[in-house]
């Protein structure tokens, strides 16, 4: 089985900072995609940023303000989240493409999910 932790949310203020972290564990033989989705009350599930090889796709709403970063030896991937504003409330959901040893397909998995409000 495969298990995605996160960590890091919380409550700050508008123009405040926060890292979320996701460490990906269990029977794993790649990781290909890694990424960060959010869900605010009454809204759908929306990309924040994937994060593919050299590839980085960030969602028009957070560019010049949040960076992904991963560390591949560690299965992990972080958000850092600069110049936070209270319409980055949300649940923030780490999500994976990842093979299962003794597989042959990559297969989505997800986070638990973790609150950040921004709010003063």
């Known amino acids: 089985q495969v298990q995605l932790v996160e960590s890091g949310g919380g409550l700050v203020q508008p123009g405040g900072s926060l890292r979320l972290s996701c460490a990906a564990s269990?029977?794993?033989?790649?990781?290909?995609?890694m990424g960060w989705y959010r869900q605010a009350p009454g809204k759908e599930r929306e990309l924040v940023v994937t994060?593919?090889?050299?590839?980085?796709n960030y969602a028009d709403s957070v560019k010049g303000r949040f960076t992904i970063s991963r560390d591949n030896a560690k299965n992990t991937v972080y958000l850092q989240m600069n110049s936070l504003k209270p319409e980055d409330t949300a649940v923030y959901y780490c999500?994976?493409?990842?093979?299962?040893?003794?597989?042959?397909?990559?297969?989505?998995?997800w986070g638990q999910g973790t609150q950040v409000t921004v709010s003063s």
């Open positions: 999500n994976a493409k990842i093979r299962v040893r003794y597989t042959s397909n990559y297969i989505d998995y």
């Open positions: 269990g029977s794993i033989f790649d990781i290909n995609a």
């Open positions: 994060s593919s090889g050299a590839n980085i």
